[in-house]
């Protein structure tokens, strides 16, 4: 399968000038210049405050699935309360993976509007 090298740069958290150089330099901590082609990922200050947007999309979506999945597969056997359980725990360990793409995501959206 042919994936675009923009797609394939979001998924592994790229910059989004090169698409080579690693946005992250740990599990929440963000490089502030790419390592290869030396572009700064923060553009401005506050630039990633739209990123808010894209976590707030990711996180519907994502929930929801999980929602609908709970409500099929886990509620007739473990109940509600258990079920809504295993959505937060589910939920909680998935937010670094919301605020890293959130960010890598709109870096990509942005990439060609002036500062
Ligand atoms: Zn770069």
Redesign the pocket.
Same mark, same amino acid.
């Given at each position: 399968m042919r994936i675009s090298p923009r797609l394939r740069a979001i998924l592994k958290q790229r =910059?989004p000038? $090169?698409l080579?150089?690693q946005m992250f330099d740990g599990r929440l901590r963000m490089n502030p210049r =790419?390592p290869? $082609?030396g572009?700064r990922f923060e553009r401005e200050q506050g630039f990633f405050q739209g990123a808010m947007y894209v976590s707030w999309v990711l996180g519907v979506s994502y929930l929801a699935v999980l929602g609908v999945l709970a409500q099929l597969l886990l509620v007739p056997h473990i109940g509600i309360a258990w079920a809504v359980a295993c959505v937060v725990a589910v939920h909680v360990i998935c937010i670094p993976m919301v605020f890293r793409y959130s960010r890598v995501i709109w870096a990509h959206l942005n990439v060609r509007t002036k500062p």
């Open positions: =910059c000038l $090169c080579k150089g =790419c290869v $082609c572009h």
